[in-house]
């Protein structure tokens, strides 16, 4: 599928509203947030994220803030770069979508590391974006079939990947009432966003994601 192209069918724009955003379009929305999407551990959920344009959008401004902090240690590179990936997740109703948008953030990350060493990354950083991207990315309805989605929540502690499990339904459900400054009754002592993990992990090395087998 061409990522520049707007619309692939008819009948998936009648059955499913899929018109993919043009880049141009892509780069002003995130222009309205460029300091959030340039951060390394800012999280960004993109609900119907077709074949990625904003994530991969995302993820490239948060790549060139890893490749300004940490390039000249390729290791911290790869740690950052791997925790930026981890804080970038999707959803989208069409499997062929969600695949597109794994493989082409997969391949941004391949890319960006050749541009930046002029070499290939090693197989275990391949592995470990796919192992997160299969957690990232999620073929599943956004609207009605939110009780099935889980997410992990990626934290990076020297080195180590912090995992923790949130049923997708519990954090709309949190949010349901959220008025606009996220303080319920308008009182600032009172956070209404309370979502429980449901599963924590052991700490990992980052660069033993990949290794996972659950
Ligand atoms: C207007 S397109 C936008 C795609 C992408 N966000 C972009 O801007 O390029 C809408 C996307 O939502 C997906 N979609 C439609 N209904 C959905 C649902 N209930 N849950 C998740 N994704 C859905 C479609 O498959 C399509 O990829």
């Not at 999407?37 to 991969?56: H, M, Q, V, Y």
């Not at 303080?183 to 449901?198: H, I, L, M, N, R």
């Amino acid at each position: 599928m061409s990522e520049s192209k707007q619309v692939i069918s008819a009948e998936r724009v009648a059955e499913y509203g899929e018109v993919l955003t043009a880049e141009r379009e892509v780069e002003a929305m995130l222009d309205l947030v460029s300091a959030e999407a340039a951060r390394i551990d800012s999280r960004f959920l993109e609900p119907a994220c077709g074949n990625g344009n904003f994530l991969t959008a995302i993820l490239r401004r948060k790549l060139e803030t890893v490749a300004r902090l940490y390039k000249v240690k390729p290791s911290e590179y790869q740690e950052q770069s791997l925790f930026a990936l981890a804080c970038v997740y999707g959803i989208d109703i069409l499997p062929d979508n969600a695949q597109a948008a794994r493989d082409r953030l997969t391949e941004q990350m391949r890319d960006k590391y050749k541009t930046l060493y002029k070499t290939e990354p090693a197989e275990a950083y391949l592995k470990a974006a796919r192992y997160i991207l299969s957690k990232n990315i999620v073929c599943g309805d956004a609207l009605n079939g939110v009780e099935k989605i889980s997410f992990i929540q990626w934290s990076l502690i020297d080195g180590n990947f912090k995992r923790e499990e949130y049923k997708f339904g519990h954090l709309t459900a949190s949010c349901a009432d959220l008025p606009l400054f996220g303080f319920a009754d308008g009182d600032p002592e009172k956070p209404v966003y309370q979502a429980k993990s449901v599963k924590t992990y052991p700490l990992i090395s980052v660069l033993k994601i990949g290794e996972c087998d659950d």
